[in-house]
T-cell receptor, first 112, second 113 residues
Framework: NAGVMQNPRHLVRRRGQEARLRCSPMKGHSHVYWYRQLPEEGLKFMVY????????ESGMPKERFSAEFPKEGPSILRIQQVVRGDSAAYFC??????????FGAGSRLTVL | QQQVKQSPQSLIVQKGGISIINCAYE??????FPWYQQFPGKGPALLIAIRPDVSEKKEGRFTISFNKSAKQFSLHIMDSQPGDSATYFC????????????FGQGTRLTINP
């Protein structure tokens, strides 16, 4: 089992561009979560998805951010018109049920 | 009420010593308290977790102590080793699930050889 796979591991974007972060959950895991980690801070919950459904998006900024977990393929976290404040590490986690999370290695977004 | 406060921010311990990290929470609905270990450039990995029906849980050199009345819990690392040097996060969630963890700010632990 390859674990939770995230790509790209590092992404550089200029202000106003779009960032797409991908997450492939562990085999057999149907629950996906996205968390954001700002420098020197703990992780902050963003969104919880199951296949084709957003279960809880209470941590997502109201604008520019969206997430999906289609029937086929990885989960995608999309950030439109990035700003410098979006620079952070974005972690995806998965679980077979809504219990113990396994985190990926993260995608580090830098906005110039 | 959703916050989890963690201390200290950084900690230096000699090899073989005991490392102690503390967390406090406000939301009495929290019923799942995990600790995560994160190495540089890696994602957090679950270390040990406790539910409020027990006051202590031990796994190898790692122990969680839980004080429900004080709304505090702590991680003790016995016989600390240089390989334990990492950032440790406490977290909490409710409804006995881990889907919406509230994390503490993290403690950077350094074990000196």
């Amino acid at each position: 089992n390859a674990g939770v796979m995230q790509n790209p591991r590092h992404l550089v974007r200029r202000r106003g561009q779009e960032a797409r972060l991908r997450c492939s959950p562990m085999k057999g895991h149907s629950h996906v979560y996205w968390y954001r980690q700002l420098p020197e801070e703990g992780l902050k919950f963003m969104v919880y998805l199951q296949k084709e459904n957003i279960i809880d998006e209470s941590g997502m900024p109201k604008e520019r951010f969206s997430a999906e977990f289609p029937k086929e393929g990885p989960s995608i976290l999309r950030i439109q018109q990035v700003v410098r404040g979006d620079s952070a590490a974005y972690f995806c986690a998965s679980s077979p049920r809504a219990n113990v999370l396994t985190f990926g290695a993260g995608s580090r977004l830098t906005v110039l | 009420q959703q916050q989890v406060k963690q201390s200290p921010q950084s900690l230096i311990v000699q090899k073989g010593g005991i490392s102690i990290i503390n967390c406090a929470y406000e939301n009495t609905a929290f019923d799942y308290f995990p600790w995560y270990q994160q190495f540089p450039g890696k994602g957090p990995a679950l270390l040990i977790a406790i539910r409020p029906d027990v006051s202590e849980k031990k796994e190898g050199r790692f122990t969680i102590s839980f004080n429900k009345s004080a709304k505090q819990f702590s991680l003790h690392i016995m016989d600390s080793q240089p390989g334990d040097s990492a950032t440790y996060f406490c977290a909490a969630s409710k409804d006995q699930g881990a889907q919406k963890l509230v994390f503490g700010q993290g403690t950077r632990l350094t074990i000196n050889p």
